[in-house]
Structure formats: structure tokens, C-alpha cells
């Protein structure tokens, strides 16, 4: 085969590939790299979602990224605002001409005698296969294609109009409108107050109650700090000051989480006076051991308040012609059913991935260091943070990398794969979480040990002290030659 050698390829082009490619811009700038997008534009989960109200579930000074402030006033920002930043950053950093769209990744294979994946897309055009030393995985751990399926008995009999949140129709008016919203986690918290404000009611019909906390959209510490300090320095501290109040907040909840529990039931409770009902705000499960819902500016309990929306929990039994026929007898009407039931986990963007031909079984593997794969060379997989902001864990994993690669260049190493220790390595709980989306996919997600390195870490900041402290020839990483002699950039491969 023959071809141009790129040096990455970027497979993504939402906050994790944009955050790669500033990171190498910054610590590799004689690398050559491309992003490979499948969409007809950047920003990933942000350009996909469009159903009303979408927004950020975490603060921005997380959410942004670590080399460009957020300079909103709000931080908890619309989708739309969030698309704006990414434009902003990829026009301020002329990625523009790195990306390539409509450009979908449908295999890569390692050769190994080459030291090189050649990855297959397929274009408007017909197919292509690239060459790359580093395959750089930033597609998120979710199917954009294919939501969870929460097999509803009868949604076909449904004479209304059915939405899943993923595929939101432009024109839907539902004005005036019964709405029943199926589901209780943060797109249905989000859905619900957004819909509420023109439609004639909005039920949200749940299952399971989440733990939800209102929080203003506006952060007063990071605004004060903006009028006091330089643009930089100011997003930079507000930054840190925000990721260590998380941690400890976290951390609390998760030592004493009857407290928590207390705390956030009485939170809610005062939030909606007469109107709450605590088998409606009491999960079964303990703060934190799934994701807490944010309710920006108490939206949501607003919502409730004013009559225009309201929660029942209860099961279904099954959808009429008319609306939602529970367990009870009882029959919610409706217009329009939205399903917010959840995520399917897809990990790498449903990818063949394989090495010299053998089928790589993630499942099989060991997370190294969060980011890369055991026995997998050259390749970086992100996988965000299931407790803070995606992008903390993006950012890490891109500068991590970008080290790696600098590494790989001074000794005179083509190839960089975690090799596990002989006597093998010992399981450990893969998430400190219940969800469903990851529970019912867990199998396709690499393993995680006890420990660091080989720990799929939900610390930020252990995993920042990690990152700091222990360098990257760490004698688990194993740097090794090729049986063919390394290709020069751009050069052709005979």
C-alpha cells in the first residue's frame, strides 16, 4: 500500500478531538495530524443533541477546556453557547483545515511489521484507507446512531407523536400541548422546565426518582474573579478552586452518604414547599452512586411550583392511543411522549479495531493510566469522568499523550504499548456508579485494577498528581522498535 504517513489521526472532532489537537499544536508542533469527523460539523454530543433546553450538567470553568477561558457570564451554558466556544476555539487555532467531515472511520488495523494503523473511512467520495502512527480515539463511549431501546410496550399503538431526545424534530410544536417525559436523569430534568414554559402540561413520568440540587447559573466566585484579575489567571484560578470544591463535595457524599441524602431531601424540600412529595426525591440508591442532576437557577422545581409540569412515579403498564396506561390503571394523557430513557454504550465509536488482523476484545484489556489499552499499541482512547466534567479527563489524556509521543521521539521508539506484568493483574471495580447505560454495557469496557495504573480513576485530582508525579517511562509502558525501519512524515510506504 502506498500513501502519505500521518503522525496522528484524530478520530472526533467534539471537545475531546479539539482538546487533542490544541495539545498538539502546543507540546508537538512538528507533528502532522487530521481529524476525522463523521458529522457534517464539529462538536459532537453538542451538535448532536438539540432538544429544548440542552445544556451543560457541570460548571464551564470544568467544561472548558484548560488553554482557552470560557468568558461567559454563565456557567451553566446553553448548548448553542457551547457550540459557539468550540467554533471559537477551532477558528482561533486554524484547525479548520485539519478536520475532515462526513468522513466516517469504519476500521482500523495495526501492521504491526510497520508500525502503523490503517485506518478505512468512508467519504462522500467512496473509501479511503490512511495511514497513521497514533490512532487517538475521541469519539465518546455512546451510539449516536442507536439510543437504549426501553422496549415500552405499545409505543406503536401511540396516536400521538413519540421523540426520542437523540433525534429532535426542528418543527415540533407542542404549544399548548399534554407532554409525558418517560425517564428521570438530567436530559429529563432538562426536557421538562424547557417544554413546560409554552406546553399545556408536562408530566414526568419516572420509574426510579434521581437525586437532583439546584444551582445558580451564574457562579459569583468566578465573576468576582473575572473583575479582578487578568482574563487568564482568572479562569485558571476559578478552574482549580472549582475542581477542589467538587472533589470535596464528592468525596463527602460518598463517606457519609446518609448525610448527603438528609441534605439534598431537604434542599428540595424547601425548594418545593407543599409541592413535594418524598417518594417522588428519594432514589433507592445513595447520592452519587449515580450521577446527581443539576437543576440550573431551580428551573425544574419552578416548573412544579407554577403547575406547569408535575412527577409521577410510578411503572408503565403499557402506551394506548391516548397516552400511558400505568401500572396502577391510571391513564396519563397525552400528545406527545418523549422518551428520555437513556444512552447505549458504544466504546470507539463502533470501530473494527484490530490488530494484524486478530479482533481486539476490549473487554479483555486493562485501562492503563485512563487513557491508554493493555497489549493495544499506539492508541488513546478517551473516556471521561463519570463524577466531574468530561473535559478535565479530555484535557489530562491529550497533554498525557502529547507526552508519550515527545517520549517516543527521544528514544528512537516507533511504538509505545502497556504491557501487564507477567503473574497478571487482579480486577477491580470498573465504576463507582450504577447506571443503567453502564451497567447493561459493561462488558464492552476494558477492565481496571484496584490501583494506578492500570485504574480507570474518577479522581481528577489523584489523577493530576499521577500525571505529575510518575514519569512516562514508567516500566509499564513498553517503548519498542518495529521489524520494518520507521517511515518519515509524508513519506510514501513502499
Known amino acids: 500500500m502506498t500513501g502519505p504517513v500521518l503522525d496522528v489521526v484524530i478520530v472526533g472532532a467534539g471537545i475531546a478531538g479539539i482538546s487533542m489537537a490544541a495539545h498538539l499544536q502546543d507540546q508537538c508542533p512538528d507533528r502532522d495530524f487530521l481529524m476525522l469527523e463523521k458529522r457534517d460539523r464539529l462538536g459532537g454530543t453538542w451538535d448532536l443533541f438539540r432538544y429544548p433546553g440542552v445544556r451543560s450538567d457541570s460548571d464551564m470553568q470544568t467544561l472548558g477546556f484548560s488553554f482557552e477561558p470560557w468568558d461567559s457570564d454563565d456557567a451553566i451554558a446553553p448548548g448553542g453557547d457551547i457550540l459557539d466556544y468550540l467554533d471559537d476555539v477551532v477558528a482561533k487555532r486554524g484547525l479548520a483545515s485539519r478536520i475532515r467531515y462526513n468522513c466516517g472511520v469504519q476500521s482500523a488495523d495495526w501492521h504491526g511489521d510497520e508500525g502503523l494503523w490503517h485506518v478505512t473511512v468512508e467519504t462522500s467520495e467512496g473509501w479511503e ?6 490512532l487517538y480515539m475521541a469519539t465518546g463511549y455512546y451510539d449516536y446512531e442507536q439510543p437504549y431501546d426501553a422496549k415500552i410496550a405499545g409505543l406503536e399503538d401511540f396516536e400521538g407523536q413519540g421523540i426520542h431526545p437523540q433525534f429532535w424534530p426542528e418543527d415540533l410544536d407542542y404549544a399548548g400541548k399534554k407532554v409525558v417525559v418517560i425517564g428521570s436523569g ?108 443539576l437543576v440550573p437557577d431551580s428551573d425544574f422545581f419552578k416548573a ?83 463524577n466531574n466534567s468530561f473535559t478535565l479527563r479530555a484535557d489530562n489524556t491529550s497533554a498525557y499523550t502529547c507526552r508519550v509521543l515527545n517520549h517516543m521521539k527521544a528514544v528512537g521508539k516507533p511504538v509505545a504499548v502497556p504491557r501487564p506484568p507477567a503473574e497478571g493483574l487482579v480486577e477491580g471495580p470498573l465504576f463507582p456508579f450504577s447506571s443503567g447505560y453502564l451497567m447493561r454495557e459493561i462488558h464492552q469496557v476494558p477492565k ?31 517503548f519498542e522498535d518495529t521489524a520494518q525501519s520507521p517511515v518519515e512524515p509524508q513519506k510514501e510506504l513502499a
Open 129 to 134: 484507507v490512511l495511514c497513521t502512527r497514533w
Open 448 to 478: 481496571s485494577t484496584e490501583s494506578l495504573p492500570w485504574r480507570l480513576n474518577h479522581d481528577y485530582l489523584a489523577d493530576c498528581r499521577d500525571f505529575r508525579r510518575n514519569p512516562v517511562d514508567d516500566g509499564k509502558l513498553s
Open 304 to 386: 412544579i411550583q407554577q403547575g406547569k409540569a408535575s412527577i409521577r412515579t410510578a411503572h408503565i403498564d403499557k402506551v394506548e392511543a391516548a397516552g400511558i396506561r400505568l401500572d396502577d390503571g391510571t391513564l396519563l394523557e397525552a400528545d406527545i411522549i418523549v422518551t428520555a430513557t437513556g444512552l447505549q454504550l458504544s466504546l470507539g465509536g463502533k470501530i473494527d479495531v484490530t490488530l494484524d488482523g486478530r479482533p481486539i476484545i476490549w473487554g479483555e484489556e486493562f485501562f492503563y493510566r485512563g487513557c491508554l489499552i493493555s497489549n493495544v499499541p499506539n492508541l488513546t482512547f478517551v473516556f471521561g469522568y463519570l
Open 186 to 293: 438530567a436530559t429529563a430534568v432538562t426536557i421538562v422546565p424547557a417544554m413546560a414554559e409554552t406546553a399545556g402540561h408536562v408530566t414526568m413520568l419516572q420509574r426510579t426518582p434521581t437525586w437532583m440540587a439546584s444551582k445558580p447559573s451564574r457562579d459569583k466566585v468566578t465573576n468576582f474573579l473575572r473583575r479582578v484579575l487578568p482574563r487568564k489567571p482568572a479562569y485558571w484560578l476559578s478552574r482549580k478552586v472549582n475542581t477542589f470544591i467538587f472533589a470535596m463535595m464528592y468525596k463527602a457524599a460518598r463517606n457519609n452518604p446518609q448525610a448527603a441524602a438528609s441534605k439534598l431531601s431537604g434542599m428540595t424540600r424547601n425548594e418545593l414547599g407543599e409541592h413535594y412529595k418524598a417518594e417522588d426525591f428519594t432514589p433507592p440508591y445513595n447520592p452519587w452512586e449515580q450521577r446527581l442532576c
